[in-house]
């Protein structure tokens, strides 16, 4: 285990971090106690599990009534009497629901609206988010107060959140989020959001890994190379790169990082990668290839039966498959576990309906989005990669392992798989964050910018090609072109936790009245231009993020007209800059202008 320092803060605190998954999710917690050192625990008991204690998360599983009330999640929602009940009182069950919250830029067309339960009439996916983060709480509530005796009633107003997120959302998901958040209960008001930490999934892997690999006898005795290094490098056998793979239900996020151990600290070194190739697909892919198997059977083609025979290889030949020549799997006596009579229908030569290479076809679209996230990581990587980490639920998959396994060593890149309860590392690795904060620098995944208004240029060729958009200024009567991007943060820049990034703008008015507030779209641009200048180039590859406001009444009070030299008209003008933030893991943006010689924000 990484050493920690004993807690330094004034009084007690709780820091509950939540770890959503589209399969399976948890919550793990930390009590901070002034002078004592912060030990990571994970919430091990939930109602309806089957082995107390044994298991620190449940399924990602509501079950909805005809009024959309909630009436069994997690655990509770696969007991044999509630799957009866919902059956006879037609409830909605809802699994893979996190889907429907996805980044809409995630390359996602191997995705059908029929994979995903629909939501119930009149919830939207923030609320069903705010249902399960609701019921999380309260088994995390009920279990800190049935294991510490006392503590809840001292920290019940001092409790600070970190939920996690995939790597590929952004700003629209990350205020979706703390809606829910608010909707769940679990804070208040909007003032109480500086209590609420968010954490790319990423990330938190790596503190999990960090924590409780490194400080390990294994991970002492594992080889690494680090032959790659230049020897005018600063103490490069000390500098080593790393990529963190989440395999989980919905995404497999990849993280690369520049580690250092003595002190330990990392610094993100390429763009976070995000794919929607998680195991849930291999069994979307499974349940397709089913369906088409079996279209001819009177008995075993209809959708009921096909769901099982998915959940089949869901919770078994999934997991267990490893050698592309074992002689098959899902054979149709385990079918007749779902429907014991007609297996005529299934008999062949060995009795099979799915054989192994049709199981390893199943995995291969995943197997190859890591590997194309991981030579993106790798191309755009400031130092050499010689070491991967592979976590996350998927990861106990033993053929995902196998597969991953042929693919780095031979790099001369070392693969771990830590063996310590790797399905909560996001949970504990997100604590980890809060208490450890290892990260000191992040890489910016897009270039963000805002538009502009430029002054229009005869001589330009882009000009002239655009001289149909031009419009007059108001006031000024000069001539301008807008939907001009100017980039303020440009995708790739490694980006220190204090460190701003500006750039100057001036705003034109007809009146002083029009100058006593100001907004600005924070715009961010996904395609592959290094710089991108205008927004009609790829208008599919800019997004509003967010908008920024700026009260400028105290400002305006200031203001002097001027007189345009060709309409000899009064217009305003005014400074301010535009900032962005993105040391921490949200964007910040700001508007900043002087008053009296002084900057406001």
Not at 63 to 73: E, F, I
Not at 153 to 181: C, D, L, Y
Not at 413 to 433: E, Y
Request: some cysteine; glycine content about 6%.
């Amino acid at each position: 285990m990484l050493p920690r320092e004993p807690y330094e803060g004034p009084t007690r605190k709780l820091v509950l971090a939540f770890d959503v998954g589209t399969t399976f999710s948890g919550v793990s917690y930390c009590m901070l106690d002034p002078g004592e050192v912060p030990v990571i625990r994970g919430v091990a008991r939930y109602p309806a599990q089957e082995h107390v204690g044994g298991d620190s998360k449940i399924p990602s599983i509501l079950y909805y009534d005809l009024q959309g009330n909630v009436r069994a999640v997690g655990a509770e929602a696969l007991q044999e009497h509630i799957i009866e009940q919902a059956e006879d009182e037609e409830w909605v069950k809802l699994a893979w629901w996190k889907l429907h919250l996805r980044a809409k830029h995630l390359a996602s067309s191997h995705i059908r609206d029929g994979d995903i339960e629909p939501l119930p009439q009149g919830k939207s996916a923030v609320e069903v988010l705010a249902d399960f983060m609701r019921y999380l709480f309260q088994c995390a509530r009920t279990y800190i107060q049935e294991s510490h005796l006392d503590f809840w009633r001292s920290i019940k107003n001092s409790i600070e959140f970190v939920f996690t997120h995939p790597n590929g959302w952004e700003g629209q998901q990350q205020q979706q989020i703390r809606r829910a958040i608010e909707l769940a209960g679990l804070i208040s008001s909007k003032e109480e959001q500086s209590h609420v930490h968010l954490l790319t999934e990423g990330e938190a892997s790596l503190h999990f890994c960090v924590t409780n690999v490194i400080a390990s006898d294994r991970f002492s005795q594992t080889p690494i190379d680090v032959s790659g290094y230049s020897d005018d490098e600063e103490d490069q056998s000390d500098n080593q790169g790393v990529v963190v793979i989440d395999a989980g239900g919905g995404t497999i996020d990849l993280s690369a990082y520049s580690m250092k151990l003595s002190p330990t600290s990392f610094e993100e070194i390429a763009p976070a990668e995000c794919c929607l190739q998680g195991s849930v697909f291999v069994t979307s892919r499974a349940r397709t290839l089913l369906q088409k198997k079996l279209s001819g059977s009177e008995h075993y083609s209809n959708p009921k039966i096909i769901a099982q025979m998915a959940e089949i290889f869901d919770n078994t030949t999934k997991l267990r498959f490893r050698k592309p020549d074992e002689p098959s799997y899902i054979r149709a006596i385990e079918i007749g576990r779902v429907r014991p009579y007609s297996l005529e229908y299934l008999h062949d030569d060995t009795h099979a309906l799915l054989y192994s290479q049709d199981v390893a076809d199943l995995f291969e679209p995943s197997i190859e989005a890591i590997i194309e996230a991981f030579e993106q990581q790798r191309r755009a990587a400031s130092i050499p990669i010689n070491l991967v980490w592979l976590v996350g639920g998927f990861a106990a998959s033993d053929w995902l392992f196998v597969k991953l396994q042929e693919y780095f060593p031979p790099l001369g890149i070392s693969l771990c798989r830590p063996d310590a309860h790797a399905n909560k590392a996001v949970a504990d690795g997100a604590v980890s964050f809060y208490i450890d904060h290892l990260v000191s620098s992040r890489v910016a995944r897009v270039t963000y910018g805002v538009e502009y208004r430029t002054r229009y240029n005869f001589l330009d060729p882009e000009h002239l090609a655009r001289q149909h958009k031009c419009v007059i200024g108001s006031g000024n009567g000069k001539t301008y072109l807008y939907e001009r991007f100017k980039s303020i943060l440009l995708k790739g820049t490694q980006v220190s936790e204090q460190r701003e990034f500006r750039k100057p703008f001036t705003a034109t008015r007809k009146s002083l009245a029009a100058c006593k507030s100001h907004s600005t779209d924070i715009i961010c641009y996904k395609g592959a231009l290094q710089e991108p200048r205008w927004l009609d180039t790829e208008p599919s590859s800019f997004t509003t993020l967010c908008t920024i406001h700026a009260d400028l009444q105290e400002l305006s009070r200031t203001l002097r007209p001027k007189r345009s030299a060709s309409h000899q008209s009064e217009y305003y003008e005014f400074d301010f800059d535009v900032i962005i933030l993105f040391g921490h893991t949200e964007l910040k943006a700001q508007i900043s202008w002087k008053e009296k010689g002084v900057e406001m924000r």
